[in-house]
């Protein structure tokens, strides 16, 4: 698998109802990112998590980190239509400027 | 909120000219990055800047590329000799700190390149 790869590609749900997307990376991190994109439009930071935390809340957003088996979750509470988008981890790599973008979740909330 | 800004939104140019792509980052913040995404394709890194030197690039970010920051504000990217595969979304970033410390990066709207 490549270093940031989100499941499932693509989540279609009702308004109201929880959506999760998973994120699993291969290599050590500082931190991970989550990140939404509106097609066509930029990059919305959503939340960061550093290697020592386990969990991070803000809003309807909880995201969970898991080092010892490499992977990330989003969790989105009562989703809105508004919530519609593409969804993104990208892992901070250890020693590095960079981040590594994961392939990315479309979700559709449907009104 | 502060934001990264970003110019032009859209550029189409023919293949082989010159492209510069301009972006203003957050004020207070140190550390700029240039991704790129190609249509229904991943974000890819392309590099990092700090103190006026690139600290990072990536195996994409080759000669035909390079980064400045002419004065305070502006940080700009540069594409000689554009190529159709060249046809991406470019994304700048900025940071307050560098990444190890865990800083949020704030991406731009993103410049749209169509090369023809």
């Known amino acids: 698998s490549q270093q940031g790869e989100e499941d499932p590609q693509a989540l279609s749900i009702q308004e109201g109802e929880n959506a999760t997307m998973n994120c699993s990376y291969k290599?050590?991190?500082?931190?991970l990112q989550w990140y939404r994109q509106n097609s066509g439009r930029g990059l919305v930071h959503l939340i960061l998590?550093?290697?020592?935390?386990r969990e991070k809340h803000s809003g309807r957003l909880r995201v969970t980190l898991d080092t010892s088996k490499k992977s990330s979750s989003l969790l989105i509470t009562a989703s809105r239509a508004a919530d519609t988008a593409s969804y993104f981890c990208?892992?901070?790599?250890?020693?590095?400027?960079?981040?590594?973008f994961g392939t990315g979740t479309r979700l559709k909330v449907l009104a | 909120e502060p934001e990264v800004t970003q110019t032009p939104s859209h550029q189409v140019t023919q293949m082989g000219q010159e492209v510069i792509l301009r972006c203003v980052p957050i004020?207070?913040?140190?550390?700029f990055y240039w991704y790129r995404q190609i249509l229904g394709q991943k974000v890819e890194f392309l590099v990092s800047?700090?103190?006026?030197?690139?600290?990072?690039k990536s195996e994409i970010f080759d000669d035909q590329f390079s980064v400045e920051r002419p004065d305070g504000s502006n940080f700009t990217l540069k594409i000689r000799s554009t190529k159709l595969e060249d046809s991406a979304m470019y994304f700048c970033?900025?940071?307050?700190?560098?990444?190890?410390?865990?800083?949020?990066?704030?991406f731009g709207e993103g410049s749209w390149l169509t090369v023809v």
């Open positions: 970033a900025s940071s307050r700190d560098t990444l190890p410390s865990g800083n949020t990066i704030y």
């Open positions: 290599t050590s991190i500082n931190n």
């Open positions: 998590i550093r290697s020592n935390e």
């Open positions: 990208a892992t901070g790599l250890t020693g590095t400027y960079k981040y590594i």
């Open positions: 004020s207070n913040h140190l550390y």
């Open positions: 800047f700090y103190n006026n030197e690139i600290s990072e």
